[in-house]
């Protein structure tokens, strides 16, 4: 039986008129918004609880943290629902995608609407203190989240968003190493975590850096805390394109499902292999 062309049939699912999109794809939306939540939750009840035991030195305080969100990002990733939303829980990866075309217009709207919108949850969560130790200081869960060094932490997020995309779009694309795309930017998280908060908090999410900021006083509003993300993530895709020679990517998942649906303009091996299956039992009748 003749394969169907990649990424044929998911063009038309990517370029859906926006009353459809939102109908047939809001189930990654939730999944994306969804994950952002606990993620930026869990994040900031293991950090704010850990400081409050006083056991141990900070540093070891930063390990246990990297360890703990880092292995529940491998989590998010490789789950089933990480596997069909592709587990960005990020706009800045979003936007990344979206400019290489993997990503449908409405979709990476959507999409970025629920990532913000999860990360003002959990942190409005966080600030109302019922999962925090007692009697901790707001100054305490903003040490959690943000640093002090404004223009250290601004070249540093930068140079660490850069760093993580560029990981995700050369192990993504690579015969041998896209099963292992969530483990290197989990990997990744932990160093970061452990060893590089103190400069730069956890400066890769644009939506966090979004939500801490308009989560606080209006008229403190720190507008530059977004650019490092957004800016490093698409300095990626140059560099990338610079060292491969490629225009094109695969997908705009990080941890591709084997079977199911993907609501992006999708080249990958799996989805092809879906899609031949797929075809092959239309035409056989099985």
């Known amino acids: 039986m003749p394969r169907p062309e990649p ?19 809001w189930p990654e939306y939730a999944i994306e918004g969804g994950f952002l939540f606990v993620f930026v939750l869990v994040a900031g009840v293991v950090s704010a609880w850990l400081q409050a035991t006083g056991a141990g030195a900070p540093a ?51 999409y970025i609407l629920a990532q ?39 070249a540093t997020q930068f140079v660490l968003s850069t760093v993580a995309m560029l990981l995700i779009l050369f192990t993504s694309n690579h015969a041998s190493f896209f099963r292992w795309t969530g483990v290197v930017v989990g990997l990744l998280v932990m160093l970061v975590v452990a060893c590089v908060s103190p400069l730069a908090g956890f400066g890769m999410n644009a939506a966090q850096l979004l939500a801490v900021d308009a989560s606080g006083d209006p008229g ?21 394109r610079l060292f491969t020679g490629r225009s094109q990517v695969l997908c705009a998942k990080l941890a591709h499902n084997t079977h199911g649906r993907c609501i992006f303009r999708c080249m990958h091996p799996y989805q092809t292999r879906a899609l031949a299956i797929e075809a092959i039992r239309r035409r056989t009748g099985h």
């Open 7 to 25: 990424g044929a049939a998911h063009s038309a699912e990517a370029d859906l008129p926006v009353g459809a999109a939102l109908r047939r794809h």
């Open 60 to 110: 070891l305080h930063r390990l246990m943290s990297g360890l703990v969100i880092g292995g529940l990002l491998m989590a998010m990733i490789y789950s089933p629902w990480g596997r069909r939303s592709g587990a960005h829980m990020n706009p800045a990866i979003t936007l990344a995608y979206l400019r290489l075309g993997k990503v449908g217009r409405w979709d990476g709207l959507f």
């Open 116 to 154: 913000a919108a999860g990360g003002f949850a959990a942190v409005l969560l966080l600030q109302g203190g019922a999962l925090l130790p007692p009697a901790t200081p707001p100054a305490s869960l903003a040490a959690t989240l943000g640093p002090a060094n404004a223009w250290l932490a601004f």
């Open 220 to 240: 403190l509003l720190r507008w530059l805390n977004l650019l490092p993300p957004l800016l490093g993530m698409q300095a990626a895709i140059e560099v990338y």
